[in-house]
């Protein structure tokens, strides 16, 4: 199975911070690579697909980049509701696999 | 409006089994693959199983093979997965999800497959516990 290393584990910001999550696969999945938001209690939500592709309905902040083995999602300008985790995902073969998470807290 | 509502979870014992069910409406069921993941107390999202649009096609994580089962009825637009011999570590929240793709053209006579879970159902939990 591909693993996903999502780093950091939680960080902490501010509204108005930019803030930058990075995801890395065991081998390389070209762009096969999604993230999504979850809050507590809530299914998640699909933010980016295909590594840079944003989701319809999906605020233009988040932004994602990257190929190969190593990419980034990027929050521009943070809002209160965007305090929350976020997974990324390969889709490059089954089993997907999730990254471990990373929390955005205050 | 696109909907995914599952049931069937609740406390089972170790040992025990129970089928999960996953209604979905206002999309075409049968042209999607469709997916377990779930979601154990604090943790992470794990992908347990998935199927292809017409259930020809499934797959399962490791830890769930030889105890999990995934099918599907087209013509009851619903998914199930069938869990036996369930553990204490199997229990979590169990979302259905819809995958979907976009085909994007990479050269002559050859394409990308972007493969993306776009639509989640709000859950349903299994407790395994004695």
């Known amino acids: 199975d591909i693993q996903m290393t999502q780093s950091p584990s939680s960080l902490s910001a501010s509204i108005g911070d930019r803030v930058t999550i990075t995801c890395r696969a065991s081998?390389?999945?070209?762009?096969?690579l999604n993230w999504y938001q979850q809050k507590p209690g809530k299914a998640p939500k699909l933010l980016i697909y295909?590594?840079?592709s944003l989701q319809s309905g999906v605020p233009s902040r988040f932004s994602g980049s990257g190929s190969g083995t190593d990419f980034t999602l990027t929050i521009n300008i943070l809002q209160p509701e965007d305090f929350a985790t976020y997974y990324c995902?390969?889709?490059?073969?089954?089993?997907?696999?999730f990254g471990q998470g990373t929390k955005v807290e205050i | 409006e696109v909907q995914l509502v599952e049931s069937g979870g609740g406390l089972v014992q170790p040992g025990g089994s129970l089928r999960l069910s996953c209604a979905a409406s206002?999309?075409?069921?049968?042209?999607?693959?469709m997916h377990w993941v779930r979601q154990a107390p604090g943790m992470g999202l794990v992908g347990v199983s998935r199927?292809?649009?017409?259930?020809?096609?499934?797959s399962y994580a490791d830890s769930v093979k030889g105890r999990f089962t995934i099918s599907r009825d087209n013509a009851k637009n619903t998914l199930y997965l069938q869990m036996n011999s369930l553990r204490a570590e199997d229990t979590a929240v169990y979302y259905c999800?819809?995958?979907?793709?976009?085909?994007?053209?990479?050269?002559?006579?050859?394409?990308?497959?972007?493969?993306?879970?776009?639509?989640w159902g709000k859950g349903t939990t299994v407790t395994v516990s004695s």
């Open positions: 999800v819809r995958e979907d793709i976009e085909v994007e053209p990479a050269s002559i006579d050859q394409y990308y497959y972007y493969y993306y879970m776009d639509v």
């Open positions: 206002g999309f075409t069921f049968s042209s999607y693959w």
């Open positions: 295909a590594a840079s």
């Open positions: 081998q390389s999945i070209s762009r096969y």
């Open positions: 995902q390969q889709s490059y073969t089954t089993p997907r696999t």
């Open positions: 199927i292809n649009s017409d259930g020809s096609s499934t």
